[in-house]
């Protein structure tokens, strides 16, 4: 082990500042005299974007294995095959010389346009944070870096490097900020990467708050942060807020301005060394571990990116075409996609793949199809030729099988859509298709939700999403049942476009207004009561799961108790298969304005036929509650709440209640503007405000039929200066009742209304 202080103490000033910036596009800094060498970093996320070394251009890539993107990765609901993953791409990792891969990408899907959703896990704060940590511990078992990113709020590709993301302390802290904090605090990531984007109005890349505060001092974040690349605003405040490598190589450029305000006494140089010392705690974490070199085994990893795709893939409907007979049956192939999948999306993540498997070339090892092209891949028009063979084809045929999706044009990193269609040709492909062949199944290769106007017509879709290079192997298999599919959908897939939740401002030009507040995915569709095409969390078996037996360890706890949840579930159908049970917690205080219900757990059981098996759960405190920003911190209010277990969103099997007491207090001083309804929380101030409504009362009817009831509703608004007003109550009097409520309650703490 190094003696980094040492180290450090050794250098030069500019020597130190140097380290806080790349050597080029994707190297840290050596320096050489004291031993320090320099370490690669990788994109990331779904496989290796290592630099050919033996080009001078950064984006040549060597060729690496494609896995399946995150949009995929994340329908699996598995913790296990994401650990896998992350040990399979921390292998490659040492094999390449990678000292960090540029990944997990946790950003939530605030709206369906995000031209990066795709690499992005999910809707849900807590599904990303669980998979990404899970990634994360993958990865590192082997000795090499990740880095989360991008941290944080970064929902839109339009104007990523300016726009400032703008929402209430609790938005940020119960949608966009916990994915961050699952992983940390279960994975410890080597770096985390800072986002372009502005964090209300301040750069991700100098943000005190979300660097520093949060981080570090909250959630105890050990490693380096580095900048996305070209997200430095200013380099010295940066390093201030607790920004410590700056990628790729600013040119010198603010090394310069680092050394300058050091010398100037407006950096202290303990900050610069604080962070030259993260950074080369790092380096040497990889380079003192064994430098063994296996190369990298493609053919055996792209084995592995067949299966991971196979747990991925959401059988979304079905009404029992699929699986398809390999035998006795005429069965076409319809649609580009099915010659040429589309495997990953377009921009840092995107991956040079030696061997991309088609449907077309895999269907082959099963049995016999016929073929047509459709459409062109890339175009939204019609091509009447490709069209009328189709359809002929299809005529002719027991079953259609349409490979559509989204062409590369329509969703990259860097932009976002403008709509949620898929190509005109392709939509009246599959209409005109289901014209004269009623047996049509629908796979689909994007990397977020579309409108799917043909939805109902069709007897069954498949989601493939963008799942490597082994896409044709993987959907061939789920198609004939050689693999049953277990996906369930980490995104709602809305009807239309507006019906999302930021549908009115998004994307935004220079600030964002997270004006849909907590309320995102599912959490706004079912507090609007608003349909989806397919909820958060679903997706089909071909087999069937039964629920039954939940128990919960308590039925009331306190703040420190932890719940157990178990259930039974059982494979009620006829082939091995494997359901994710999902665990949603719904708030039934009425304390706070909360979503209908929120994911808190999830376990996936892999079950033969008449198989059964527990599933268990464990819950905090933390799980019931939300963050109240008065307190500062996470808050359960006192009162009901139902677990729900479920195999989607919209299909809970079980619930039961319980109850949940908290000794936490919520900071309260009462003052002349306080309203009645607030005053009238405390039985001290039930008493004080009795003497003041009896007045009101008096005054306004003259004391007769005084209803107490009826007049609270009435006044129940009105701050204590106002009913004031009413006559008959003087300034001592309000402010004796005031005085009475603050000193019984020391003046700080109220107790939890009861609603
Ligand atoms: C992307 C990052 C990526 C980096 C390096 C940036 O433009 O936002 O996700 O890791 O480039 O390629």
Redesign the pocket.
């Known amino acids: 082990m190094k003696d980094i202080d040492r180290l450090i103490s050794e250098m030069t000033l500019e020597e130190k500042a140097g380290l806080c910036s790349g050597a080029d596009f994707w190297h840290t800094k050596a320096v050489e005299r004291l031993g320090i060498p320099n370490v690669m970093v990788s ?2 996320p779904h496989g290796l974007r290592t630099q050919d070394l033996n080009s001078s251009d950064p984006n040549e890539s060597i060729q690496a294995v494609c896995f399946p993107a995150a949009c995929a990765t994340a329908c699996s609901f598995d913790r296990e095959l994401m650990n896998k993953l992350g040990e399979t791409l921390g292998e490659e990792c040492r094999s390449a010389g990678v000292s960090v891969l ?1 990944g997990p ?1 946790v950003n939530i899907k605030r709206s369906p346009l995000c031209g990066r959703n795709f690499e992005y896990v999910s809707e849900d704060p807590y599904l990303a944070g669980e998979l990404a940590a899970a990634y994360i511990n993958g990865v590192q078992s082997k000795n090499a870096g990740t880095s989360i ?2 941290f944080a709020a970064n929902s839109q590709e339009h104007h990523r490097m300016t726009c400032s993301s703008d929402m209430s302390e609790r938005t940020l802290r119960e949608i966009y900020l916990p994915a961050f904090e699952t992983a940390v605090k279960k994975a410890q990531p080597w770096t985390v ?1 800072c986002c ?1 984007n502005k964090i209300n109005g301040v750069y991700g890349s100098e943000n005190p708050h979300t660097l520093t505060e949060i981080l570090r001092d909250e959630w105890g974040f050990k490693g380096y942060v580095m900048s ?2 070209g997200a430095v605003n200013d380099r010295v405040k940066g390093l201030k807020a607790g920004l410590d490598l700056e990628m790729p190589s600013s040119g010198g450029i603010n090394d310069a301005k680092i050394v300058q305000a050091v010398k100037d006494g407006e950096l202290d140089e303990a900050v610069l060394d604080q962070a030259v010392k993260r950074i080369l705690e790092k380096v040497f974490l990889y380079t003192d571990s064994l430098p063994k070199k296996k190369p990298l085994d493609i053919e055996k990893d792209h084995i592995i990116a067949k299966e991971i795709a196979e747990e991925c893939i959401v059988l979304l409907k079905n009404e029992g075409a699929l699986p398809l007979p390999e035998s006795g049956a005429k069965i076409a192939f319809i649609g580009a996609f099915a010659e040429e999948p589309r495997i990953q999306g377009g921009g ?1 993540s995107h991956i040079n793949t030696k061997t991309v498997v088609s449907a077309l070339t895999a269907v082959k090892d099963i049995c016999e199809v016929s073929y047509a092209k459709g459409f062109n891949r890339e175009e939204n028009e019609t091509v009447p030729e490709l069209l009328s063979s189709a359809v002929e084809l299809a005529e002719k045929c027991d079953a259609a099988v349409i490979f559509a999706g989204l062409p590369d044009s329509f969703e990259s ?1 860097g932009f976002d859509r403008s709509h949620m269609r898929i190509p005109d040709c392709q939509n009246e492909l599959i209409d005109r298709i289901c014209e004269v062949n009623d047996n049509v199944i629908v796979v689909m290769h994007n990397g977020a939700p579309v409108e799917m106007p043909w939805a109902g017509k069709v007897q069954a879709i498949v989601e493939a999403y963008l799942c490597g290079e082994a896409a044709g192997e993987a959907v061939t298999d789920i198609l004939f049942g050689k693999a049953n599919p277990c996906g369930k959908l980490a995104e709602s897939y809305p009807l239309k476009l507006s019906d999302t939740p930021c549908f009115l401002t998004y994307p935004a030009d220079t600030s964002a207004e997270y004006n849909e507040g907590v309320f995102v995915g599912y959490r706004y569709y079912e507090k609007k009561e608003m349909p989806v095409l397919f909820p958060f969390g679903h997706g089909l078996s071909y087999t069937a799961f039964e629920y039954s037996d939940i128990k919960l360890s308590s039925d009331h706890i306190t703040d420190n108790d932890t719940l157990t949840v178990t259930a039974t579930v059982t494979n009620i159908g006829n082939c091995f298969g494997k359901e994710a049970v999902q665990l949603y917690v719904a708030d039934r205080t009425g304390f706070a304005v909360r979503p209908i219900k929120e994911l808190k757990g999830f376990e996936k059981a892999a079950l033969a036929p008449n198989e059964s098996a527990v599933v268990t759960f464990t819950l905090t405190k933390r799980d019931f509650s939300y963050y109240n920003e008065e307190l500062g911190d996470w808050y359960a209010p006192t009162g009901k709440y139902t677990i729900m277990l479920g195999s989607s969103s919209a299909d809970i099997r079980l619930s039961a209640d319980l109850n949940l007491t908290t000794a936490a207090k919520l900071p309260f001083i009462a003052d002349e503007n306080t309203t009645f309804e607030e005053f009238m929380d405390y039985p001290e101030g039930q008493e004080a405000f009795k003497i003041l409504l009896g007045h009101v009362a008096q005054q306004m009817i003259g004391g007769e039929h005084f209803d107490e009831n009826a007049m609270r509703e009435m006044l129940s608004g009105m701050p204590l200066r106002q009913i004031r007003s009413f006559g008959g109550i003087t300034d001592e009097m309000m402010y004796a009742a005031i005085d009475s409520l603050n000193k019984n309650f020391g003046g700080w703490k109220r107790q939890i209304p009861q609603k």
């Open positions: 994109d990331g540029l990408a990113k991008h990467m372009y996305d690349w840092s990193e």
